[in-house]
């Protein structure tokens, strides 16, 4: 029997699961990740995470693929070697340059923001990095070089916010005019072969030697293929360290002013944006006992909106594109339970929001909404949603990002139409 193996390196932790054709899970692993900016971290986790598989199921894996979170880059050279700091999907340090992009792509292009991978690349430029023999690539991109050993490969759903169009499925014209020369990935579709396992990797971690690497995804498009939506207007919300949200439409949808973007998913789009809220805020200020206690005791029929906009630090992506957004986390409640029940009030907002806008601009009308991520256990916060949100919101058929990429792996690529 061929199985699949997904792996997603998320902000905190890597996640790995194999799965048979059926989609029944067969191993499962979580690691903690202490610091995603570290690809020695990656790396390790990668070969620990391989490592604890039983030899028994490793035998018969035979699709690997790899998530990894949308906008995380980092530089290498010939060798695979990263050369320069990684910057992580949500890095605006390049900001700044924004006027020195601006002249190439055409107005209002989704590269035009503060966190796209493309700005990040003009930011090494700018540090004085000679960028000529350099390979610039993603998260997902690097981790797949590990295993396959071609350096440079990449996919359309992490390409995206590099500038590479999947409506005509190459890198556009006014890329040639570009300040600088490097080594662009070269872009599949996501989840088809890439190529067969390193025979060292195969013979160190009892995997066959013709097991296949597929070209990976990001982290929340692999939570959307998770999720069981099919439908248009079914919206997948990943409720991570950040708040993802996913659309399914007809239409593509770009618009860098409100941080909303679309993915290519078979023939169809995926349109959304990504909040920096999420579980990274709740996680600041409560333990994960402290968040089942006293999410249990909030009564989601009362409403308490104090008007937050829960953030860790200024800056926000998506459904307000603003670098300097500050955080409003005042006035705050002795009760801690009430203070949580604002805390989750404000982010069911800012999705709600988020929905709105995405509907603002074309995207059809919202339906249901999935829910996957560590917040999707929560029952008081999914009422609270589905209260502002005014539909189903539904806990996902599979929770993890690892089974969605699994599974986009094994099918070679999705199909959706």
């Given at each position: 029997m061929a199985l699949s193996l997904g792996l997603d390196f998320g902000t905190s932790a890597l996640k790995g699961m194999v799965i048979d054709p059926?989609?029944?899970?067969q191993y499962q692993q979580r690691l903690p990740l202490a610091d995603p900016t570290s690809p020695q971290q990656w790396q390790a986790g990668l070969w620990q995470l391989l490592g604890a598989i039983p030899a028994n199921v490793c035998n018969h894996i035979h699709h690997i693929g790899i998530a990894g979170t949308s906008g995380?880059?980092?530089?290498?050279?010939?060798?695979?070697?990263?050369?320069a700091p990684v910057l992580m999907y949500n890095d605006h340090r390049g900001g700044f340059l924004l006027p020195e992009l601006k002249p190439y792509p055409p107005e209002n292009h989704p590269v035009c923001s503060a966190t796209s991978s493309l700005i990040k690349l003009f930011w090494y430029h700018h540090q004085g990095i000679n960028l000529r023999d350099k390979y610039f690539l993603h998260q997902a991109d690097w981790l797949g070089f590990l295993l396959h050993g071609k350096l440079g490969m990449s996919d359309e759903h992490n390409a995206l916010k590099l500038g590479y169009d999947p409506g005509i499925r190459t890198y556009p014209d006014?890329?040639?005019n570009l300040p600088f020369a490097v080594h662009l990935p070269q872009?599949?579709?996501?989840?088809?072969?890439?190529s067969r396992i390193q025979p060292e990797i195969a013979q160190q971690f009892h995997l066959p030697p013709d097991c296949q690497i597929h070209a990976g995804t990001t982290d929340s498009i692999a939570a959307f293929?998770?999720?069981g939506a099919q439908r248009i207007g079914d919206g997948v919300t990943s409720l991570g360290s950040t708040l993802v949200l996913k659309l399914l439409s007809h239409q593509r949808i770009d618009d860098p002013r409100t941080g909303v973007y679309s993915h290519r998913l078979g023939?169809?789009?995926?349109?959304g944006g990504a909040s920096n809220t999420g579980g990274a805020v709740l996680k600041h200020f409560f333990t994960a006992e402290e968040l089942l206690h006293f999410s249990a005791q909030i009564d989601p029929n009362i409403p308490l909106d104090l008007d937050y906009y829960p953030l860790l630090k200024p800056g926000e992506r998506f459904?307000?594109?603003d670098p300097n957004l500050a955080p409003r986390l005042d006035p705050r409640p002795e009760n801690p339970v009430h203070f949580l029940h604002a805390l989750l009030t404000a982010m069911a907002r800012i999705e709600a929001q988020g929905y709105q806008v995405l509907q603002n601009l074309g995207?059809?009308?919202l339906q249901r909404v999935f829910t996957s991520g560590g917040g999707s256990s929560n029952s008081a916060w999914q009422k609270i949603r589905q209260q502002l949100m005014g539909v189903p919101v539904i806990v996902s058929a599979q929770q993890e990002a690892a089974w969605g990429v699994a599974h986009l792996a094994q099918a070679d690529g999705l199909i959706i139409t």
């Open positions: 059926q989609g029944q899970t995380t880059v980092l530089l290498t050279d010939h060798t695979g070697q990263p050369v006014w890329f040639q872009v599949l579709l996501p989840g088809t072969l890439v293929i998770a999720s023939n169809l789009w995926l349109v459904p307000i594109n995207a059809p009308s």
